[in-house]
């Protein structure tokens, strides 16, 4: 065919007006439940398909559109007298236009019908349309009937869908099902054996970020986190964010240790640079682990379970470093797996023990007053020192059971207390941050103390970021506790955040510095000028100064001589007392002294459960 189409009954249509064709079904109603004879027939099925709000369009066996209807022109963003009639190798107004030629010259060739989504731009927009092309044969001529449905809308909740089960919200990186697919598809289909490693990134000390500059900086520092770490990865690298502070590093391939452990520490030294974020600089560092396939493992699993396992190997020596995994860390891991399960077991079976340590007046040697210290007796009844369960115990949640249990311990035995330290002595018991920040608990907690009958006893001893953070500690539990009369400690002062503009803002009745400033402190001049420079702001804020594991004569003979500090804790008074030591000394001086009259023990003291909590 040549020059212009053959004009039809369609491009009649597509005109809205023109000469009515015969009707070869003679009189009665057509197929259309429309009387053939009625001579409007043709204008009312005109106006019935211009109406529709389907995009219709019919093209000849050479593509050329015959018949455009008002949905299908609005689609193309283009008048429907510019498409219909177009002649033989002229150029329609659009790309897609010009591709619906040559597909349909394909579907009447293969005579089968094809489904398609078409993306189609205009100058205002970018549409999805489902679109059905369909050959039909109508008044001896073979052509293809296309009719398209706008489902823009319902693409983009279906994109929103995949994105929000496939990408991280805050990020968009890759989750961890991403990333575990890729790297389970490179150990399944690499034709060659391939070498790659994982890499676990946990950012360090983030909660304490995230508590003292808000959520919302903490929200900015992982994005800024996630650029950093993915700025100059190749096209075969993938980065995932697969918890909160938590990243996941493919590598692939993998030429070498030594040349991935420079790509490590290179990452390691683009995390230190500084972050400015919502006008402060913050500064911070992750701890990285890694796992090498197939050295470390054969699957995802493993290989993400030993990277983990290197991490916290290495945070647990030294934060913002790096290291490889090797088989030796996976004992120490089970260790921490024993540790874990002998820890439940032990709340279960309340096999934790308090011992006492005093601290003393350094020039009477008086016992000002002890602090509670939790001990853990192990399946060989080997006592275990807090090192090596508390910070498990605040991790997987167990601490505020365990500080529950304590209390209840040092109640069973005030009286044994007061007869070896002397009645009415404080009584310290630590408390974790994270403790600190949680309302729930710390109102618990607060009651347990007033139940004791004696709240004014107990100091409770918490470290510097429970009053840093912005947690409620300090405008909720802090009022609660004084309350009470409740004595509140600062510990291990000097080695957390020193923020002098929260001390402003604190009522602490205590600063108990910590050991490593007191350690040799006759022959270290800096931890002089230190030590004195905290005993002076303990006497501006009307604090007492308490100076921490004192063990050796030239220390507390320095404290003595050089420093108006008056009380000390250490090894070189008394080492922690258990409770059973104390039961043991109170049966060896009963049997020498059976008729002196001693004082009744107290009796209906406090018993701590984890079904009924306390109780008489």
Known sequence: ???????????????????????????????????????????????????????????????????????????????????????????????????????????????????????????????TYLTTHEPVRISDRNLMLSSSVDISGQKAVEEELFRCAYFDDLTGLPTRRVIEQHANSLIREGEQPVRFAVAFLDIDNFKHINDYYGHASGDELLIEVARRLSFGLRGTDMLSRISGDEFLLLLNPVQSDAELADYIGFLLQRLKAPFFIEGSELFASASIGVSIYP??????????????????????????????????MQREALTRMEIEQSLRLAILDKRFYCAFQPKVDIRTQQVRGIEALVRLRNDDGVIQAPGTFVDLAIELGL???????????????????????????????????????????????????????????????????????????????????????????IDDFGIGYSSLSALADITADEIKIDRSFIVDIHKRPRSQGILKAIESLGDALGMTVIAEGVEKFEELAY????????????????????????????????????????RPLQENRLTYSRATGYSP
């Open 559 to 598: 404290l003595q001589a050089a420093t108006r500090i008056k009380y000390a804790q250490g090894f070189y008074f008394s080492e922690p007392v258990f409770l059973e030591d104390l039961e043991s000394d109170k049966r060896a001086v009963s049997k020498r002294s059976t008729s002196s009259i001693g």
């Open 295 to 328: 050295d470390h493992g054969d699957s995802y699993e493993v290989l993400r379970q030993n990277a983990d396992t290197a991490m916290y190997h290495i945070k647990n020596e030294k934060k913002g470093g790096a290291v490889i995994f090797d088989s030796g």
């Open 1 to 127: 065919m040549s020059g212009a189409p053959e004009r039809s009954e369609f491009s009649v249509i597509a005109g809205g007006s023109g000469p009515t064709p015969p009707d070869e079904s003679g009189t009665g109603p057509n197929d259309c439940g429309v009387e053939a004879g009625d001579p409007s027939r043709v204008n009312f099925l005109a106006e019935v398909v211009r109406l529709l709000p389907t995009a219709v369009t019919v093209q000849d066996e050479q593509g050329h559109f015959v018949f455009v209807n008002a949905a299908a022109a609005a689609q193309f963003n283009v008048p429907a007298g510019a498409i219909v009639g177009t002649g033989s190798g002229a150029l329609l107004p659009s790309k897609e236009l010009n591709d619906r030629v040559n597909l349909a010259r394909g579907v009447l060739q293969s005579g089968r019908i094809r489904i398609s989504e078409e993306l189609i731009r205009t100058d205002h927009t970018t549409k």
């Open 399 to 489: 601490i505020d059971e365990l500080t529950h249990l304590v209390l209840a311990e040092i109640m069973r035995s005030i009286d044994l207390i007061d007869e070896r330290f002397g009645a009415g002595v404080s009584i310290s018991i630590n408390v974790a941050a994270k403790q600190a920040g949680n309302v729930a608990f710390m109102t618990s907690f607060a009651r347990a103390l007033e139940k004791t009958g004696c709240p004014a006893r107990f100091v409770v001893e918490v470290t510097e970021d429970a009053f840093v953070a912005k947690t409620r500690f300090q405008t909720e539990i802090l009022p609660v506790l004084r309350s009470l009369g409740v004595g509140i400690s």
